[in-house]
C-alpha cells in the first residue's frame, strides 16, 4: 500500500521548512507568491491531498463540522461529556451536521484518522482534550480548519479553547493560604495533562508570592488517581500538612476519605481544596472546596472560534483562556494550631 504523502514530505524533497509548506498550502503570508506556486505544483506532483483554501468572495455556508477525541476522553462523562453535549447543542442551534468519531488507542499509534475527515467530508474539526501530538499533527496536515478544546502543546500550531489552569490554581491555594495555611500540599499527576502541568506551576506561584518556597517533599505529582494508591500514600505521612491541594477532585475526593478514616476532621484537622466542580467534589464528606469550569461557556467559544476560524484561514493562530471561580464549601477552613501527627 503507498504511504500517503504529507506536509514533511513536501517540505523534504523542497528542502525548506514545514511550515513554509503550510503557509503556502493555506493562503497565509510567509513565503512568495513564487515560491507558494512551486510548493502547490509539487504537492499536487507527489499526490498531497487537502482542502484548498477559498478567497472571502468564494466562502460558502458551513454545513458539516467533526468532532474527535480518544475513547478516554469520551468516557470521562462528568466532564467532557458535558462539552461534547453542549457542541452539538450549538451545532444543532445553527443548523450544522455533527460528525463524531472516538480514536483508539490502535488508530492513535498508526494515525490511522476517520474516514470524515480522511475524505474530506467536514468543513472543520474540533479535537477534544488530547489524544497524541503526532496524531493531532497529522490531523491538521489535512489543512481542514482545527480548533483544540482543553488542550495545547508547543509543537502543535492551531486555536486552542482553555481553561485558565494557572490563575485557577493560584485563587484555590492563596485561598488556603488566606486562611492561614502555609504547610500545603499538592496531589495529582502532572504527566497526565498540560492543565495538570499547569495547576501546579499555579501552585508554586501562589506559594512563593506569599514568601513560601514549595518543599519537594509535600508535593505529589505523579501519583495516579486511584483510591487504594492515594490512600496508602496519605497515610504513609509521618506528618500531615495543614492542607491539600488537589489538581482535580477525584484526588480530593480520595484525599478526603483517607484523611477521615485515618481519624482526621476536615476542615477542622486539615484542609482540603480541589479543581474542576466536578461530581466527585458534591459526593464527598464534607463536600469539597473547588474551582468551577463553565463548561457550556468552554463549548460556545470553541464552537464559535471554529466558525471563525474557517472563515479566516489566513489569520494567526490563538489561544482562549476562559477564566474559572472558585467555590467554597465545607472542606476548608482555618488553620488548626497543633501539628497533624498521623492519627494510628
Not at 150 to 169: K, W, Y
Request: contains cysteine; hydrophobic residues 40%.
Amino acid at each position: 500500500m503507498r504511504k500517503k504523502v504529507v506536509m514533511q514530505d513536501i517540505a523534504d524533497r523542497m528542502n525548506i521548512s514545514k511550515n513554509s509548506v503550510s503557509q503556502a498550502l493555506s493562503g497565509k503570508d510567509g513565503v512568495s507568491e513564487e515560491t507558494r506556486q512551486k510548493i502547490i505544483k509539487t504537492a499536487e506532483e507527489m499526490g498531497y491531498r487537502y482542502k484548498k483554501k477559498t478567497r472571502p468572495s468564494d466562502r460558502q455556508q458551513v454545513k458539516t463540522i467533526g468532532l474527535i477525541a480518544s475513547e478516554f476522553a469520551f468516557s470521562m462523562q462528568n466532564f467532557f461529556g458535558q462539552i461534547y453535549l453542549a457542541i452539538e447543542s450549538e451545532a444543532q442551534r445553527h443548523g450544522i451536521n455533527l460528525l463524531i468519531q472516538s480514536i483508539t488507542p490502535a488508530a492513535r499509534d498508526s494515525l490511522v484518522l476517520p474516514s470524515f475527515i480522511d475524505n474530506y467530508n467536514v468543513d472543520g474539526i474540533l479535537i477534544l482534550s488530547h489524544i497524541s501530538t503526532d496524531y493531532i499533527n497529522k490531523v491538521i496536515d489535512q489543512g481542514i480548519p482545527t480548533v483544540l478544546i482543553d488542550h495545547h502543546h508547543p509543537l502543535i500550531q492551531a486555536d486552542a479553547v482553555l481553561t485558565n489552569n494557572r490563575f485557577g490554581a493560584y485563587t484555590a491555594v492563596k485561598h488556603l493560604l488566606d486562611l492561614g495555611h502555609q504547610d500545603i500540599a499538592i496531589i495529582g499527576n502532572v504527566n497526565f495533562s498540560p492543565s495538570y502541568q499547569e495547576r501546579w506551576e499555579g501552585y508554586m506561584l501562589a506559594l512563593r508570592e506569599h514568601g513560601i518556597e514549595p518543599q519537594a517533599e509535600r508535593m505529589f505529582i505523579d501519583v495516579q488517581e486511584d483510591g487504594e494508591l492515594i490512600d496508602e500514600l496519605v497515610t504513609s505521612l509521618d506528618r500531615q500538612p495543614n492542607a491539600w491541594f488537589c489538581l482535580n477532585d477525584g484526588y480530593g475526593f480520595f484525599v478526603c476519605s483517607s484523611l477521615g478514616k485515618a481519624g482526621f476532621r476536615i476542615p477542622e484537622d486539615i484542609s482540603v481544596c480541589g479543581f474542576d466542580n466536578s461530581d466527585f467534589s458534591q459526593m464527598s464528606v464534607p463536600k469539597i472546596t473547588t474551582i468551577d469550569i463553565d463548561l457550556s461557556r468552554f463549548a460556545h467559544k470553541a464552537f464559535s472560534q471554529l466558525m471563525w476560524r474557517i472563515q479566516h484561514p489566513e489569520e494567526v493562530h490563538v489561544e482562549i483562556l476562559l477564566p474559572t471561580h472558585l467555590i467554597t464549601r465545607k472542606s476548608t477552613g482555618k488553620r488548626s494550631s497543633g501539628v497533624m501527627q498521623l492519627k494510628k
